[in-house]
């Protein structure tokens, strides 16, 4: 019988559409199938569950007077889904019921693949889900650190175990950054890598680059996973 690798993906922070996973899904699956498994793959796109939110504050900025550009539009778009985030009532759990929903399909002995403050999100649900075990989280451009200047970030049970939280950054994104500073977070496994190419991936851009490197998926992390 074929064994499945499943797998949870969680993108990060600004304008997200629903395909934000299809590059990395395809390449996984082909690296999968190289290997005599079968890849699940489901998703949470959370950005749709702000997006209302955000358009509303736009449109009413421009009533009373803003320009609401492009620039404008571009930092809304990812700094207020960090503040409601983790400001508001509303879309953290709106994100822990859709995670909920997810992970029934995918199991215990999944792996979570959450970009940049989808990072964030995956760990504040497991720690709130203690039930849940031999899960695996592989951050990619993870901004935790910029959440946890203080160092008061509370270890999350199931991830302590080493090689149980990989954590995955280019040496040049703007905003992914190693966990290791952090002392509490010393268990994860830093992996630097390169993503982006000859351009972006020279630039703090490489932060949005990680979802379609054809290389991180087919080569990089299923090497780093044993699959």
């Known amino acids: 019988m074929q064994t499945v690798f499943r797998s949870l993906f969680i993108h990060g922070v600004g304008e997200q559409t629903s395909d934000f996973a299809d590059d990395a899904r395809r390449n996984l699956r082909v690296a999968c199938n190289a290997r005599g498994k079968a890849l699940f793959a489901t998703q949470v796109h959370w950005a749709k569950l702000a997006d209302k939110y955000e358009t509303r504050f736009l449109a009413d900025a421009a009533l009373r007077g803003s320009n609401a550009n492009m620039t404008q539009k571009l930092v809304v778009s990812t700094l207020a889904d960090a503040l409601m985030y983790t400001t508001s009532t509303t879309l953290r759990p709106a994100c822990f019921r859709a995670l909920d929903q997810q992970f029934d399909l995918v199991g215990n002995r999944g792996t979570i693949f959450a970009h940049s403050l989808g990072g964030l999100i995956a760990t504040d649900w497991l720690r709130e889900r203690p039930g849940i075990r031999d899960v695996r989280l592989v951050t990619l451009g993870c901004n935790i650190g910029l959440f946890n200047l203080d160092r008061t970030f509370v270890p999350v049970p199931q ?23 952090d002392p509490t977070l010393r268990h994860v496994q830093d992996v630097a890598v390169g993503v982006g190419g000859w351009f972006r991936g020279w630039t703090g851009l490489a932060h949005t680059q990680y979802w379609n490197d054809d290389d991180l998926w087919s080569k990089t992390l299923p090497k780093l996973l044993g699959i």
């Open 159 to 181: 991830l302590l175990v080493p090689g149980r939280w990989i954590n995955v950054f280019s040496p040049r994104d703007m905003l992914g950054f190693p966990l290791g500073i």
